[in-house]
T-cell receptor, first 113, second 112 residues
């Protein structure tokens, strides 16, 4: 059972655009929602994370929007740059799982110059 | 410490051979995780340790897989009698309590 569904699978934007990646979850016990960025040949790197007591969190050009009632959260990248081209993964975990992360399927983002 | 180190970066092995991977976490991190990632997919949880105790193993993990973390420091992941389906990137990560993970760059295993 896929507990975190991510869309779209791939996304192409122009430099300066605002790509939006969406995730939906099923397990209402999830209480930690991070986003990871992965470049080819590298491990995922934590970008930004949110807990369900807030609806939005910004760090630099990255913003997470969280909708607890809809069980959805999304990543917005402001003023996207070619260097942002990577694969992005959403994830979720619960404390009772020992912070074991359940990942989405990933979104391959391409930012054209 | 500059991050999580994994060794080797690449491993090619023949089907039926045993392989062992090593992970050195960030020294102050008490939790260590192993994940597996196949092409085009998100990482999939395998197992995790809190200090030296292995607290959870994925039900997807066959008994050919074993992991250890002696003295709560580095960890090893062994795969016995490798199969072609074991070909994947094996990722190690560490954190302290519920802080964000730091992943290593992974070990890419190819079983031929």
């Amino acid at each position: 059972q896929q507990q975190v569904k991510q869309s779209p699978q791939s996304l192409i934007v122009q430099k300066g655009g605002i790509p939006i990646i969406n995730c939906a979850y099923e397990n209402t016990a999830f209480d930690y929602f991070p986003w990871y960025q992965q470049f080819p040949g590298k491990g995922p790197a934590l970008l930004i994370a949110i807990r369900p007591d807030v609806s939005e969190k910004k760090e630099g050009r990255f913003t997470i929007s969280f909708n607890k009632s809809a069980k959805q959260f999304s990543l917005h990248i402001m003023d996207s740059q070619p260097g942002d081209s990577a694969t992005y993964f959403c994830a979720a975990s619960t404390e009772t799982s020992g912070s074991r992360l359940t990942f989405g399927e990933g979104t391959q983002l391409t930012v054209n110059p | 410490d500059t991050g999580v180190s994994q060794d080797p970066r690449h491993k090619i092995t023949k089907r039926g051979q045993n392989v062992t991977f090593r992970c050195d976490p960030i020294s102050e991190h008490n939790r260590l995780y192993w994940y597996r990632q196949t092409l085009g997919q998100g990482p999939e949880f395998l197992t995790y340790f809190q200090n030296e105790a292995q607290l959870e193993k994925s039900r997807l993990l066959s008994d050919r897989f074993s992991a250890e973390r002696p003295k709560g420091s580095f960890s090893t992941l062994e795969i016995q009698r490798t199969e072609q389906g074991d070909s994947a990137m094996y990722l190690c990560a560490s954190n302290f309590h519920r802080a964000g993970y730091t992943f290593g760059s992974g070990t890419r295993l190819t079983v031929v």
